[in-house]
Structures are given as structure tokens and as C-alpha cells.
């Protein structure tokens, strides 16, 4: 038994099995080469699937039973079916490289298969997307997830955070990021997710002989413990049942008001970044989401998602929502987050180059294709529109131009859209933090990025676990610039929240209920604890002062 000491991403308890992944995702974009080899490199990848799909039909069988694994039967024969194949050889015709080939007959058959009367072949519209993702994924090597197919905790160096959403989340118990950093997206994922996680360990080297080694995840203390005894898993199982009944508890706030003891009334809203989040969203009782991190779909995408299949995705999550409030962000892609359709340049400080609304004033038409999808969905639910990465007056005034020309042209073409849905922006560069009196003028409310914001502020950058201790959140230089913020929305009557990290904090709840701000947004899993703070303080007795020192 040895244990290690990381740092915490989100609270909780995982005694299980490691899977190790030891390999980042490399993306990169091909050219047509020839008929015969697209379809040859078609071919060698989908053999290699089928192969998998008959070891996982083999190892899922032993271990969840011939009914579960049946899936992987099914996948291994649609792989091999002729149709699909017949599909992807008349799109290489078409002079598509394997992996559009492929993607494509995947979307074809997927409808075809959606058309069908019968409930089970309806079924097999998403089964035969995921083949071809299989493939795809296999043709750009990016293969090398691997696959967790009992309860399972996931070790890695560190992961991109859409990897992280194609785990079966119910068999992946816990997440140990060797070297990953507790700012990062995928971090921010783990948090919603509500997987406990742990990033930044202290003295282990990944490697394949963690395979299969029993280990406890103490995410309440960010510890890995290896092969513990018998005492530590029985006192780790005793541990988790009591977390899980604080957890239980929490419950009691469900349905109730978020207010302080002396009468305080703001909302509290969750962040998320899928529309199957959204049942953890009402789940948790947020009052509406606060952030929709739109660029994963982007991220999930091979392609620019088209303005229908946007249009498609917001209006769901919106319908489900029920009228509740929903803040989506405009695509912050760049720095952390590269999409490789998107051709960005190699950067020497992706974090201070070419990221969401300065590569929109360069490719307004993408911004474009997002606004005509956001309007057009408006329609089915309380939409908010809010973009990120500010610095000047003349992007919001750019962005505002763009919103204001699909207005026109819907109003034209006779598209519906609400006319009331709000523009408002993130506050999370000094720079905007301190022009925020003039900002606020442009804008219908404010919400403070305070992962970035303290990023800039203290010129540190977010995933750089060496810098965890200059990384200080309370720095007095946030914590004005947040005051600044909230009180300059105030002064030109518009509402501020905050869907940084820091919104959740207990030590700085106090601190913003004090400061009378309108809402804060954080991970669903977050929700309720931060509706108890709220419940416990008196906002009249904070001191601001002692806050910002
Ligand atoms: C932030 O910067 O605080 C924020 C909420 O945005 P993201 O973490 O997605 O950069
Ligand atoms: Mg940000």
C-alpha cells in the first residue's frame, strides 16, 4: 500500500480497478490522396474496429453478461455490413478523404435507420454513428482511449475534456490527472460530471503496470492510495457511505428559495457544456444555467456543426429547460481548447492569442452560423446570449452588429425569434473588469469568468500546476476588480453574475452576497451547497474591506 498527494478537482470517494490511458489526442486534418488508398486506409481501419469490437464482445461478456455485451455483436456486424461499406466507397468517389467518407455514411444510414417505423432499428441510428466514430477515431489514431467497461478509476497524465465525456460515465468512478491541473476544461468537466477527481499528483509516473491495480480515489483529501489493506477499504467504504448521506441531506434545499438569513434574494444557476446535462441541472434544482460552454460541441464535432444541427441542440436544451433561463456562451474556441477544422495557427501563448471573439472578427461567418442557430431556437425557451473573452468596447459593439443583421434578415425571410433575448458579455480579462462602466452600457448583464480572469490578472497561466501557489484566488487584485465589476453593472442597472470557479467558493460567497450580486453559476453538483451558504450568511455583516485587505 502507498499513497500519493494531488490536488482536489471535485470531493468524493472511489474504490476501484485503474484503467491507465498514456496517450494524448493528436488532430490533424488529410488530403485526398487516391480512390484505391482512401478506401484501402477505410478498409485496414475497419477491420481494426471490428477486431476491438470482438475483444470487447469477449471481455464485456465475462464481466456485465451476454445480454449487455450484445452490443458489441451488434457493432462488429454493422461494421461489416455492406451497405455501410458500398456507402463509404461511393463518397470516396466523390473525392471525400476516409474519414468525411466514413462520418458521412455514418449520417446517412443513422437517418435511414431513424425512418424506420420499428423501435429496435431506430435504435440502431445511434449504433451506427458510434461505429463510424470508431473508425474515424482509428483513421486519425485516435484510437487509444481506452475502453472502460466495468466500475473503473481512469488514470492519465492528462486528458482533453471532450475525451472525458465518451466514458460510460457510470462505470467511471474516479479520475486521477497525474499531471493535470485543477483550472483546466477537463477539470471543469470532472466537476460537472460529479466524478471525484483528483489532478497534480505528487511523485508517480504513469505507467501500464497501474493497469488493473486496486487503488482508493480520497478526492476529499486529493489522495491516491495503491493496493490499500484491508482496514483502509474498509474504512474508505464506511467514509463514502457517510459522504453520501451529507450529500443526501443537501436535499432539504431542493425547491427552496436562494436567500440569505437577512432576506438577500439572487439566483443560482448551473454551468454546463451538453444538453445531457440538463437533467442534472433540474435535478439540482438550479434556477436556469448561467453558462452553456457551446464550444463542445464544436470540440465533438469533425466539422463546423451546421447551423441546423446547432439550432437542433440549443432548441433541446432550452425545451427542456421549461422556460428557466438559459445562458449560452458564443464558442470559446482556441488556447486549451483547439478544434483542428478550425486551422488555427501554432501559438507560442495560446492563452494570449487568437481564441473565441477575436477569431470570430476574423471568420465572422462561423460567429454567424451560431447567431442565426441561437435566434432561430430563442423561440422554445428563455435564451441569453453571452460572449466571451472581451477586451474593447469595439467587439461588443462588433458582435451587436452581427446579432443586429440576423435580427434583419430573419425579420425578412419571416423567421420567428425573440425579440427579447438578452446580449450580455464575460468579464474575465483585467481590461474589461476595469472599462466595465463603459462596457455596460453596450451590454444586458455581465457575468465574471474568474478562472480567466484570475489567469490575466495575476499572469499565471491556468494550467500550469507549478504555479498552483502564485495562483491564489483571494488575490486582492481579483477580488477588486470583482467588486469593480458588480458595482459598475449596478450603476448602469444591469445585472452581474459570476460563473468562474470562484462563484462556489465558500470563503468568497460571503463576499458577493455582500457585494448584492444578481446570480451565480456553478457545477449542478454545486448547486445546493451554495444555496446553504447563502442561507447562513447575513449579508449586513460582511466586510468587504477585510475581504480585499
Ligand atoms: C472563466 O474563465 O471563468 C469561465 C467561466 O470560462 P472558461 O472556464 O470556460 O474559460
Ligand atoms: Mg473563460
Not at 190 to 214: F, H, Q, W, Y
Not at 289 to 301: A, H, K, M, P
Request: net charge negative; hydrophobic share 40%; aromatic share 8%.
Amino acid at each position: 500500500m502507498k499513497s500519493y498527494n494531488g490536488k482536489i478537482v471535485f470531493e468524493g470517494y472511489a474504490i476501484d480497478e485503474i484503467v491507465v490511458y498514456s496517450d494524448e489526442i493528436e488532430e490533424h486534418k488529410r488530403i485526398f490522396t487516391t480512390q484505391q488508398q482512401e478506401f484501402t486506409r477505410f478498409d485496414v481501419a475497419r477491420k481494426k474496429a471490428v477486431v476491438s469490437f470482438t475483444e470487447l464482445y469477449i471481455e464485456a461478456t465475462e464481466k456485465l453478461g451476454e445480454k449487455q455485451a450484445d452490443l458489441f455483436k451488434t457493432h462488429r456486424l454493422m461494421a461489416e455490413d455492406l451497405d455501410f461499406e458500398d456507402l463509404v466507397r461511393a463518397n470516396i468517389a466523390k473525392q471525400q478523404v476516409a474519414e468525411d467518407a466514413v462520418t458521412n455514411a455514418a449520417e446517412e444510414l443513422s437517418k435511414m435507420f431513424l425512418s424506420l417505423d420499428d423501435a429496435y432499428m431506430k435504435a440502431r441510428a445511434a449504433d451506427v454513428k458510434e461505429i463510424g466514430q470508431t473508425i474515424v477515431n482509428i483513421l486519425l489514431g485516435v484510437d487509444k482511449l481506452p475502453q472502460i467497461v466495468k466500475p473503473s478509476i481512469l488514470v492519465c497524465n492528462d486528458l482533453p475534456a471532450a475525451a472525458l465525456m465518451k466514458f460510460n460515465r457510470k462505470l467511471l468512478n474516479g479520475v486521477v490527472l497525474l499531471k493535470g491541473n485543477v483550472n483546466s476544461h477537463v477539470a471543469i468537466f470532472a466537476r460537472t460530471l460529479e466524478i471525484p477527481t483528483i489532478a497534480a499528483v505528487d511523485g508517480l509516473e504513469l505507467d501500464p503496470s497501474l493497469n488493473g491495480k486496486l487503488a482508493v480515489v480520497d478526492a476529499t483529501k486529493g489522495t491516491l492510495i495503491l493496493e490499500p489493506d484491508k482496514k483502509t477499504i474498509d474504512k474508505y467504504d464506511d467514509l463514502n457511505d457517510q459522504y453520501i448521506q451529507e450529500l443526501l441531506a443537501l436535499k432539504s434545499f431542493i425547491g427552496k428559495p436562494s436567500i440569505t438569513k437577512d432576506g438577500f434574494k439572487l439566483k443560482v444557476y448551473a454551468n454546463i457544456a451538453s444538453a445531457y446535462e440538463v437533467a442534472n441541472v433540474l435535478k439540482k434544482d438550479a434556477e436556469g444555467v448561467g453558462l452553456f460552454r457551446s464550444e463542445f460541441i464544436y470540440l465533438q464535432s469533425n466539422d463546423y456543426p451546421t447551423e441546423e444541427m446547432q439550432y437542433n441542440y440549443y432548441k433541446e436544451v432550452l425545451e427542456e429547460m421549461e422556460g428557466k433561463e438559459v445562458v449560452i456562451r458564443t464558442f470559446d474556441i482556441g488556447a486549451d481548447k483547439k478544434v483542428f477544422y478550425f486551422n488555427l495557427p501554432y501559438e507560442e501563448n495560446p492563452a494570449l492569442g487568437f481564441r473565441s471573439i477575436r477569431i470570430c472578427r476574423k471568420r465572422p461567418d462561423v460567429l454567424l452560423t451560431q447567431l442565426r442557430a441561437l435566434y432561430r431556437a430563442s423561440m422554445s425557451g428563455k435564451l441569453s446570449i453571452m460572449i466571451p473573452m472581451i477586451v474593447s468596447e469595439e467587439e461588443v459593439i462588433f458582435v451587436k452588429k452581427l446579432c443586429n443583421q440576423v435580427k434583419m434578415e430573419f425579420m425578412k425571410e419571416g423567421v420567428p425569434f425573440d425579440k427579447d433575448v438578452k446580449l450580455g458579455i464575460m468579464i474575465e480579462t483585467p481590461a474589461a473588469a476595469l472599462i466595465s462602466d463603459r462596457l455596460a452600457k453596450h451590454v444586458d448583464f455581465f457575468s465574471i469568468g474568474t478562472n480567466d480572469l484570475s489567469q490575466y490578472t495575476l499572469a499565471c497561466d491556468r494550467l500550469n500546476s507549478n504555479l498552483d501557489d502564485t495562483f491564489d484566488p483571494y488575490h486582492s487584485a481579483i477580488l477588486k476588480l470583482i467588486k469593480l465589476t458588480i458595482e459598475n453593472a449596478h450603476k448602469a442597472g444591469i445585472p452581474c453574475g459570476m460563473c468562474g470557479e470562484l462563484a462556489r467558493d465558500p470563503h468568497i460567497i460571503p463576499f458577493l452576497a455582500g457585494l448584492h450580486i444578481d446570480e451565480i453559476s456553478c457545477s449542478s453538483a454545486y448547486v445546493l451547497k451554495v444555496r446553504k451558504a447563502l442561507s447562513q450568511i447575513d449579508t449586513k455583516k460582511v466586510n468587504i474591506d477585510k475581504y480585499i485587505k
